[in-house]
């Protein structure tokens, strides 16, 4: 299996999910130029592109992914038997990229894009130290300048974090830092500041607004981002459709929900064209309860108001998050299209305690070998609930191991050792910030999308496999894939499938010479092999 050539991009077939992107000031909506002086062009037209399905890939960025593309899907039979379940549990494992977790996808692609516009140099902010070292790589790939402004809290407890993005030959700064202004102010209200994600955000963003050949990159929330990472879903629905499994569910964690949508976003566009479609359930901790304790409303994504106002799953932009150890899932907001989507009840989410996550991944690591980062950690504890509860039954899970956990080691020997506590926030936390930020905002009226809103075709299997798995209906199984009808002349149709199998194939007449294919259809091996040995033609719709 090669990996993907395209990304999916899930605004051209769902644009309800994209909603505009106001000005804080004028409540105008936003348009690609007024991302351009932070961002690439390119990347700031992917952020508000509603019209191509599936875009390219460009070669060099394929070249990076070659490293570690695809990833692999392995099930997990360890963990099956210590759950004594008859679920089938699978996991995609990012942790084998060069860095160790899915940010990689986007780093890549976000160095290319700032060099092919003649960017010298990238910044970037880092909480954890996971999106620094994926900007660090990708700039390293593209021989940039790479500036990070790390959060203080962060660079003085995880030195060896710092170190690895040093070694790609970046420059890290604490922050708050003495160098952009955001930042002397700061330190001047207390020069002891353990910094915030929020803060080192805007320092990140000053300091690119400063110079013409600086870009801003960031490593989650964004479109664009999420779009990156859609390589993790194409690639999933070819294995397993080589594999036979029709997945009845899929997991991943939510910080800033990219990995979530690069996951899902591919199932949930081709359930729209009439696949049986899996269930999506989001995980967050309830330390940072997004989805399930903020609001959907209309919010800033930083503390220093910098960014746009988007419509979100928030806790306020003035939330404080809790010192928990999964760093990568302390951000108080969630991805416009991400939040959209579980909005309109397309996917749900759940969220869970710190000691049962650990609990988890000591499972997990002791049946499966791998040590999960802390954030994948809360995907397996969903997998593991869920495997529980049903373990009568046949269910075919997937949950998305975002990476490993080998810079986590001190949080493990916390857990060890007895010494990890409750992580869940108060409900008057939450509604505190809630109210001081965005209490204050005037929150204008929803938007108008600039299309028509899709008919949301998807939606039924998924209300099917509700019924059958949850309202205890059992009806078994039995949608498919319908092939397109052969044409008759040799050419045939195949362009609604986004996962070309031996079994799609199965209704080609005798004496096809030619497929017509969508352009970032996958194709199976297997239906590749069949393909050449009949000495059929490929075309792929543009
Ligand atoms: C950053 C990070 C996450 C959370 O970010 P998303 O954008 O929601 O995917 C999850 N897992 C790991 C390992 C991370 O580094």
Known sequence: MT???YWYNIAADHPELAEDYLDPATGR???AEDLADVFPPELAEQEFDHDRTWIPIPEPVREAYSRWRPSPLRRARGLERALGTKCRLYYKYEGGSPIGSHKANSGVAQAHYAKRAGARRVVAET??????TAISMGSAFQELDCEVFMVRNSFDSKPG??????????????????????GKEALRADPDSPGSLGLAIAEAVESAKEDRRTFYSLGSAFNFVC?????IGLELAGQLAEADVEPDLLISCIGGGSSFAGLVFPFFGMGAKGRKQPKFL????????TVTAGEFAYDHGDSAKLTPLVRMYTLGHRFSPPGIHAGGLRYHGLSPQVSKFIHDGHGSAVAIPQIEVFEAALKFTRSEG???APEAAHSVAAAIRTATEHRGEELDIVFLLTGHGHFDMTAYGTYIGGGMEESATPTETISASLRESIGGIDRPEPQQVSKPVASGKGSDSFQEWWRRHFDGAATPATAEAKPAPAAPKGAADLSGHAVVTTRTLGDLAADATEVRLAAGAVVTPLAQDELSRRSIRIVRNS
């Open 370 to 372: 791998i040590i999960p």
């Open 3 to 5: 990996a993907p050539r």
């Open 227 to 231: 779009m990156h990472q859609t390589v």
């Open 127 to 132: 909480g954890a130290g996971q999106w620094g």
């Open 282 to 289: 989001a995980v967050e901790s309830n330390a940072v309860p």
């Open 161 to 182: 974090r710092r170190l690895y993005m040093e070694t790609f030959g970046s420059t890290v700064h604490a922050s708050p830092s003495p160098l952009t202004s955001v």
């Open 29 to 31: 909506a936003l348009k």
